[in-house]
């Protein structure tokens, strides 16, 4: 009885020092991750037209205030930019493969999704921000050579073709959606391959959404108003397929792609909440099918930071706009003033007591 007793103290302390060092590994992993992110935040600021001039008073006392960079006046009021806010710019790249480096022209694919997402730890709040991928903005025209050309008015989906297909590209679609919102500081990317689009839905069990139009050309399962579950190439076909000679299909799967992305970050956070782990199964399962400058130890510590942070359906923002028939493509533009609006009141806060 003495020797099994042994045996089992044994067991329990090899348990406890497994569970001791996981959970110190874990907290490494995690402080990593604050720290890389951390170092990655910048100072900047949008640069946002202010309305008149930039005297300011605090209204308490009579006294000049001093202005400050990052501040806006909008509006009659005050708002200051929210240097805490950490965005990341998630692009799905119209690719059916994994992720391989090109050459230089215009075969890095386009990005025929794009979201800004937003995590807010004052307010403990995520929110994502659609952009249309017809939307007309500028975009940096290279050559097969890498050297830039000229800067001409096209879909912002278009600039990831450019450059190499994997870093390069991301960096040229960041720099286009960071200018296309004065100038937002964008602290990481992912672009991921169409092609991941199962994997990624079923990691999480599938996820059910109400068909918002007949996409029975694809998948028979696909009927409008029926509930389904969408799993495998289900999916994929949900978020991806459009009939390219029907005028605004892009609009529309612009709308299945929100109603999507909506429920995936409902039910991947739920099922987080009892995996902690989930999301970096996810990672490393679509690593061959992705591009980004996210480490595990990022997405570690933003996984668990913002676990009990706030997010439905109204935090889901597209920004207005009309689409338009182009010579030949369908052309998005967006209304600067409903864009300017959504920027304050994501990214900015405003400054009490000053007018």
Known sequence: MKKKGTILLIIWASVATLLVVGLVAYELVRTIGKFNLESKSVTSAPVMESEGINNVTSSSY???????????????????????ITT???MGIDKMDNVIEVSEGTDG????????????????????????????????????????????????????G??????????????AV????YQLPIHGYAAINMSAIPTINDSIGGVTVDVLEDLTKW??????????RLEGESAYYYIKSRDINIYGSSDSRYDRQKQYLNLFIATARLQAQNDPTLIVDVYNSIASQM??????????????????????????????????MGDKYEEFYVDEDDLYQKIIDVFYEKVEGVN
């Open 62 to 84: 009579d006294a000049t205030v001093s202005w400050q960079d990052d501040w806006v006046r909008y509006n009659g009021n005050i708002y200051d930019y929210n240097e805490n």
């Open 88 to 90: 990341f710019l998630i």
């Open 109 to 160: 694919g386009q990005a025929d999704a794009l979201f800004l997402l937003v995590i807010n730890p004052d307010k403990q709040k995520i929110q994502v921000i659609g952009i249309n991928r017809n939307t007309m903005t500028d975009v940096d025209i290279y050559d097969e050579y890498g050297s830039y050309v000229t800067t001409q008015i096209a879909q912002i989906a278009v600039q990831h």
């Open 162 to 175: 450019f450059g190499d297909g994997v870093e390069e590209s991301c960096k040229y679609q960041v720099n």
């Open 178 to 181: 960071s200018n296309m919102f």
């Open 219 to 228: 998948d028979k399962s696909l009927v409008k108003g029926e509930k389904v």
């Open 291 to 324: 591009t980004t400058d996210i480490t595990v130890d990022e997405l570690s510590y933003l996984m668990s930071n913002t676990s009990g942070y706030s997010f439905g359906a109204d935090d889901f923002i597209s920004i207005d706009g009309e689409t338009k």
